[in-house]
């Protein structure tokens, strides 16, 4: 039998992958410590569309955009989604809010008091309402409920707390529509927080049904934990709903992906591709937020960053690895993938590109476009639209 063509592997298994951007992605942002506001930046949700456009007009590899309500509230959902349209992009995820309103300080849909509980539940039934008039298939979940301190309230009363929360948003989910359920190790709760890890979101997600998935944020877990682990585990029980992609030299830094530590991700991406995953159902997203550098570029090299830690992936040969690994030969198994990793794909990925009658360099075309002068001019005025809004 002949192995089929590497160069023909890497290319069709690139363009099946698909990669959404956040819209608070092009909004000023920032640390508690300060945020920088830039020029041109989106003073609509309409606008951060037209923004997310752009990374796809140059890539043809992020045709969604994530949604976060309320920073992303319109009054015309069917329009803003009829707008995205017209943009060459569709809505992709819509992303709760449950962290922001003063009410939430003990919790959302894990507060002691059932009132705000309700409210809490309100919110995640309006963010479906979203989903059903714009068309978008997944809700996104991320809770800060937690406790700084141990004795503050009952750890499993709170557990019994969510699961009664998820089981009523789950309920209202129409066809074809899902749940994602995203953990986060601490912050802002300090001492324990209601879903702090993947086998906690996985748990929850089983009990509730088969529209319920985990998503991994790879930058939420305790340093050097092994992340292609949780995917490969999730792979297998058919629970890996979606990625959230950031890079993190410490804790949630939510700097661009693939920047801080390029080796994980192509571990990371090497256990999709292992488990024929690129194109099967999981929401490849980014939630990233660019603090320091110019927005569109950098969501642009973060697509870039992915798509070559994906053909890395894909360059490995797996039936010769698969041998090696049955022989017990340890050195030959780990040099398949570390020759795969040390591929230098970028002139494949630009041939990828010409092939499909993009600029074979989406930056460099970005910039000669003169979108950036444009929008600089034309958002002169007004408030930007978004984060913490
Ligand atoms: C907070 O940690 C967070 O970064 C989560 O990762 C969410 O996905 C994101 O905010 C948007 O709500
Ligand atoms: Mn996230
Ligand atoms: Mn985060």
């Not at 192509?266 to 997203?285: P, S, T």
Request: charged share 25%.
């Amino acid at each position: 039998m002949t192995m089929a063509n590497p160069t023909d592997v890497v290319k069709t298994g690139l363009r099946s992958l698909q990669i959404e951007t956040p819209s608070w992605a092009y909004g000023n942002s920032g640390t508690r410590f300060k945020v920088f506001p830039q020029q041109g930046i989106p003073r609509t949700p309409f606008e951060k569309i037209s923004d997310a456009a752009q990374v796809h007009l140059y890539t043809g590899t992020a045709p969604s955009v994530a949604l976060h309500i309320p920073w992303d509230r319109v009054d015309d959902y069917e329009g803003l989604a009829a707008y995205a349209r017209e943009q060459g992009v569709r809505i992709g995820a819509i992303n709760s809010n449950v962290f922001q309103d003063p009410d939430f300080m003990l919790g959302s849909v894990t507060n002691p008091e059932p009132r705000i509980r309700h409210k809490a539940v309100k919110h995640l039934l309006e963010c479906v309402d979203i989903m059903d008039a714009t068309g978008s298939t997944d809700l996104k979940l991320w809770f800060s409920d937690g406790l700084n301190y141990p004795g503050q309230d009952d750890l499993r009363d709170r557990q019994d707390r969510l699961a009664e929360a998820l089981r009523e948003v789950y309920d209202r989910l129409g066809e074809g529509q899902r749940m994602l359920l995203e953990y986060k190790l601490f912050e802002p709760a300090f001492y324990a927080t209601d879903v702090p890890d993947w086998g906690t979101s996985y748990a929850h997600c089983v009990e509730l049904g088969p529209k319920a998935a985990v998503c991994i944020d790879t930058g939420h877990h305790a340093p050097g934990t092994n992340i292609e682990f949780i995917v490969a585990f999730l792979l297998r029980a058919g629970r890996l709903g979606a990625f959230d992609f950031n890079s993190r030299f410490y804790a949630d830094d939510d700097l661009m992906v693939g920047s801080a530590d390029p080796f994980q991700l192509f571990r990371i991406m090497y256990e999709i591709v292992r488990a024929d995953a690129l194109a099967g159902g999981i929401a490849f997203m980014l939630d990233q937020c660019h603090n320091i550098e110019p927005k569109i570029p950098a969501v642009l090299r973060s697509v870039m960053n992915v798509q070559e830690a994906t053909a890395k992936a894909l360059l490995v040969d797996r039936d010769a690895l698969r041998a090696a690994q049955r022989a017990g030969d340890v050195l030959a198994s780990n040099a398949i993938l570390m020759d795969a990793y040390n591929t230098d794909v970028r002139p494949l990925l630009a041939e990828l590109r010409a092939d499909a009658g993009l600029d074979p360099d989406p930056t460099a075309a970005y910039r000669r476009s003169g979108y950036a002068e444009r929008i600089i001019a034309e958002r002169a005025d007004g408030q930007q639209a978004g984060w913490g809004a």
